[in-house]
């Protein structure tokens, strides 16, 4: 089922095109990554689902219908520009926050506190804000924004200012709304969050969409024809094999010649008398996809 659907988005800022007919959809219940350099447009796409501007053209469709005001209370976002009340305590601005999302006073200080919890910060609700670090302003903002529990959120990286401990707080957070069914969105330049917790991702540059699908089918599709073999004695010389690499000890990275399935190679190499322990295909890191595919757009 589709959540979200961008269907041919276009913004242009003056002469300056901020978004080219952008169309994708985000499947229900996913953790989706957002990419894209500085000033690619993701916080266009962001702000116009968000009703915060609006599109030259095009349309956005959000839990089956074109996207309407009402439709707020059941998105959550976390923006690129923080800002808290620095002069009230962490449990007021949370329930504050909580009651912008429908809840009762009462239900949104119970949330609230909860919600404290879950982040380890159960001891800073009285605090004012002007106290917390950043770290844990960080936090408190993820969870005023969490504990309305919405059905479709917007994450703008939502990891800056934490530590590993905290990262991984974070990342445990999101893979529990995915469990329940939860839709996140996901807006990032740390890769390897990307490849660790992400079903699908988006690659926007230059306001134009590049790169869009699974993300083992992303890494699949930019990924050379090579495996990381780990086997006993030498790696017997075979046609199927264009280029071979010792990486010490027992491990050889090897690339198949042009057109060879991976399985062709793997039967060949035990036929050969490899005694073969492990045989793995190399993907892509994203890092490295998205680095290539701005780098091709700038040439």
């Given amino acids: 089922m589709t959540i979200l659907a961008f269907e041919g988005l276009s913004k242009n800022y003056g ?3 901020a978004l080219r007919d952008v169309s994708f959809d985000v499947p229900s219940g996913e953790i989706f990554g957002l990419l894209g350099p500085n000033g690619a447009g993701k916080s266009t796409l962001i702000r116009i689902l968000m009703d915060i501007i609006r599109p030259d053209a095009g349309t956005v469709r959000v839990f089956g219908e074109p996207r309407r005001r009402e439709h707020l209370d059941r998105l959550g976002y976390l923006p690129e520009e923080r800002g808290l009340y620095t002069k009230q305590t962490v449990a007021d601005v949370m329930t504050y926050f909580g009651s912008l999302k ?18 380890e910060l159960a001891n800073v609700a009285g605090w004012k804000i002007n106290r917390l670090s950043k770290g844990m302003s960080q936090k408190v903002q993820i969870a005023s924004v969490l504990l309305s529990d919405p059905e479709l959120c917007v994450l703008d990286e939502p990891t800056t ?12 957070l999101l893979m529990e709304r995915r469990k329940n069914g939860r839709t996140t969105i996901l807006s990032t330049h740390q890769m390897n969050q990307v490849e660790a917790l992400c079903d699908r991702v988006a690659l926007i540059n230059k306001g134009r969409l590049m790169v869009y699908g699974e993300v083992g089918e992303v890494r699949r599709r930019y990924s050379l024809p090579e495996v990381r073999v780990r086997a006993r004695g030498a790696i017997p010389p075979l046609p199927l094999i264009a280029e071979a690499v010792h990486e010490g000890d027992s491990t050889w990275r090897l690339r198949l010649a042009d057109g060879t399935p991976p399985s062709d190679l793997l039967a060949a190499l035990v036929r050969g008398g490899a005694a073969v322990e492990r045989f793995d295909p190399l993907l892509a890191p994203i890092e490295d996809i998205f680095l290539r595919v701005v780098r091709e757009e700038r040439a």
């Avoid at 429908?102 to 982040?119: F, H």
């Fill in 102 to 119: 429908g809840l009762t006073r009462g239900e949104a200080r119970r949330r609230a506190l909860e919600w404290l919890d879950r982040v």
């Fill in 15 to 17: 002469a300056n095109p």
């Fill in 161 to 172: 200012g934490l530590d590993p401990v905290n990262v991984r707080l974070v990342q445990d």
